[in-house]
T-cell receptor, first 117, second 114 residues
């Protein structure tokens, strides 16, 4: 069965510094996608970045980059130049095949990031 | 436009009430999802619709009844809920149900059952 593990319940980072949020995954599929979402206190899940298992280069989206190490089964999110508005819960997710063949998204337990002024 | 709209944003209902949550997207996505999220926990999948057909039901109690009237609209009908059903209910959509397609979420409905 597929599984996502986030081992950092909470993280602090100083404003303007970079921070890495850890994510490891387990799957027997050869092809898969990995996603990161941000959830502010308002509740909305905001899609940040995607990495496909066959992508040779690490994904980047603005200040977000994904450090993808396939052999280690890790997909860490790097946020550069942290801003106060980055304070939120961050979830790592992947597409997981259900018994019916339909894919669903499974989530890690999340990391709460607090950016300090 | 990557917007998924959920209404209402907040809902308080009694255990004998019947209410419905609504979710709408106009991105042409053919997969839609309902997730339940308790405080400080990750979202838990409830239902998946693919091409307007129920594709996954994660053994959700029958007091939750999903409906997909068309490709843009997803409802969740609620009846005889329990206080432990109080949670944030998130709707999402994706282009299709594959491993590689990101899902876009609505702002959620915060449900309180009294």
């Amino acid at each position: 069965a597929q599984k996502i593990t986030q081992t950092q319940p909470g993280m602090f980072v100083q404003e303007k510094e970079a921070v890495t949020l850890d994510c490891t995954y387990d799957t027997s599929d050869q092809s898969y996608g990995l996603f990161w979402y941000k959830q502010p206190s308002s509740g909305e899940m905001i899609f940040l970045i995607y990495q496909g298992s066959y992508d040779e280069q690490n994904a980047t989206e603005g200040r977000y980059s994904l450090n993808f190490q396939k052999a280690r089964k890790s997909a860490n999110l790097v946020i550069s130049a942290s801003q106060l508005g980055d304070s939120a819960m961050y979830f790592c997710a992947m597409g997981a095949r259900s018994d019916s063949g339909t894919y669903k998204y499974i989530f890690g337990t999340g990391t709460r990031l607090k950016v300090l002024a | 436009d990557t917007e998924v709209t959920q209404t209402p944003k907040h809902l308080v209902m009694g255990m004998t009430n019947k209410k419905s949550l609504k979710c709408e997207q106009h991105m042409g996505h053919r997969a839609m999802y309902w997730y339940k999220q308790k405080a400080k926990k990750p979202p838990e999948l409830m239902f998946v619709y693919s091409y307007e057909k129920l594709s996954i039901n994660e053994s959700v109690p029958s007091r939750f009844s999903p409906e997909c009237p068309n490709s843009s609209l997803l409802n969740l009908h609620l009846h005889a809920l329990q206080p432990e059903d109080s949670a944030l209910y998130l709707c999402a959509s994706s282009q299709s149900t594959t491993a590689y397609t990101e899902a876009f979420f609505g702002q959620g409905t915060r449900l309180t059952v009294v």
